[in-house]
């Protein structure tokens, strides 16, 4: 089943012109370019170690097999490309610079795991409200972690203003994805963007139609992104100090050996919840985001890709996870969460044995009192090609190992 994209006035109007000069729309996607373009965008030709180009020449082999991407969708992947590259140029030249930055600690960071749908995001933003948590903002994230020049404060920094713009740019592209996931300009939010610096991660095969480039994920090395990530943490840190690392992002499931090594004393929260809304939920995003860049969209390709890495990643994380035995672990019931959240919460504090001050216990029960946005948008397994029973054979060995009960 074929569903037809949203495509805004600038992308049909980029498609049209692309058919007049479809030299200059419509944009190769070649390493040496994306290399080109990036060297001159961050004035540096020093991307730090070569480890990322194996996973983004995968990338691209899978990219310019999908005939699928129109001209616009061309151009938005290159320009996305190319600025993660040149944020890594941009970050190896600043080490360079200033060498004690990569003498911060990163002390015990604090990392929600979980499928979608099974409460991370609200977790999330309940452990934000404490504040000896140091989370991502958005503008971070994807503007750029490098401060910029000049006298200025976390309130009127340049990356913030441009943040603001980005998250308007980006709801008049795709306006649905406000339906599907909320992003605050000064977070928290999630770590995809810092770790697509590595090009190896779960974000990437969920954004775009690749399943070569899938396939490769499942046996990839992530320990050089996560090294890359370590010191991008300390970047963001040195400017922006705070006590304990708050992080989230969906990616992190399928890298926890490789967090614990980057890691060693990384503590892990994880929500677990019937994974047939998870499912759905992360072929609904998917959808969305390629809705972006191509002529039409297969839900259910859609669908059994979701279905297939998720489930993948999940397996092999029950092998690791038997590995690491549970001290560094909290596991909860997306249901408990709901029900009692300031016990639950509570939990993850007395085994860590994490204090919570007073003040941290208030915030979060006044973040309880408001109204909280997001949750309109509706999408069930079969939109995706998708039955209850089939998510639920692909996840046995998961919910037979945390005795996860099932929704009605």
Not at 36 to 46: I, Y
Not at 73 to 78: A, E
Not at 132 to 147: C, D, F, I, K, M
Not at 248 to 254: A, E, F, L, R, V
């Amino acid at each position: 089943m074929y569903g037809k994209p949203y495509q805004s006035n600038l992308v049909r109007a980029w498609n049209v012109i692309a058919r007049v000069l479809p030299g200059i729309a419509t944009p190769d996607l070649t390493l040496d370019s994306l290399l080109f373009s990036a060297r001159r965008q961050a004035k540096s030709d020093d991307f730090g170690s070569d480890t990322f180009d194996k996973p983004l020449l995968e990338l691209l082999n899978a990219l310019n097999t999908d005939h699928n991407l129109h001209a616009f969708g061309r151009f938005y992947i290159k320009q996305m490309l190319v600025g993660l590259l040149a944020n890594r140029a941009k970050l190896v030249a600043l080490w360079e610079k200033q060498p004690e930055i990569l003498e911060i600690e990163v002390a015990a960071p604090l990392i929600v795991l979980g499928l979608p749908r099974t409460g991370t995001s609200f977790l999330f933003d309940l452990l934000a409200e404490d504040p000896s948590h140091r989370y991502l903002t958005n503008w971070e994230a994807t503007v750029g972690q490098v401060p910029p020049p000049g006298d200025y404060s976390w309130d009127n920094d340049p990356r913030r203003r441009l943040g603001r713009y980005l998250l308007r740019f980006q709801n008049y592209l795709i306006p649905q994805m406000k339906e599907i996931h909320t992003f605050h300009l000064d977070g928290p939010e999630e770590c995809t963007s810092l770790l697509m610096q590595g090009f190896s991660t779960l974000a990437i095969a969920a954004m775009f139609n690749v399943p070569a480039y899938s396939q490769w994920l499942t046996t990839a090395d992530h320990e050089p992104t996560y090294e890359h990530f370590k010191k991008t943490l300390q970047t963001l840190q040195w400017k922006y100090p705070g006590e304990r690392w708050l992080l989230k992002s969906p990616s992190h499931i399928d890298a926890v050996d490789s967090i614990l090594k980057v890691f060693p004393d990384a503590r892990f929260v994880q929500t677990h919840r019937d994974p047939v809304k998870a499912v759905a939920s992360f072929a609904s995003l998917c959808a969305a985001f390629r809705g972006l860049y191509s002529t039409s969209v297969d839900m259910h390709k859609v669908g059994e890709q979701a279905l297939d890495r998720l489930a993948t990643d999940f397996d092999s994380y029950l092998g690791v996870r038997e590995a690491c035995g549970n001290s560094n672990f909290v596991d909860l019931l997306y249901r408990d969460l709901v029900a009692e959240p300031l016990a639950t919460v509570g939990s993850i504090y007395e085994h860590f044995s994490m204090p919570i001050s007073p003040v941290a216990e208030a915030n979060m029960a006044a973040y309880l009192d408001k109204e909280r946005e997001g949750g309109g948008h509706q999408y069930k397994p079969e939109d995706f090609g998708l039955s209850a029973e089939g998510i639920r054979d692909r996840f046995r060995a998961y919910i037979d190992r945390f005795n996860i009960p099932l929704d009605s």
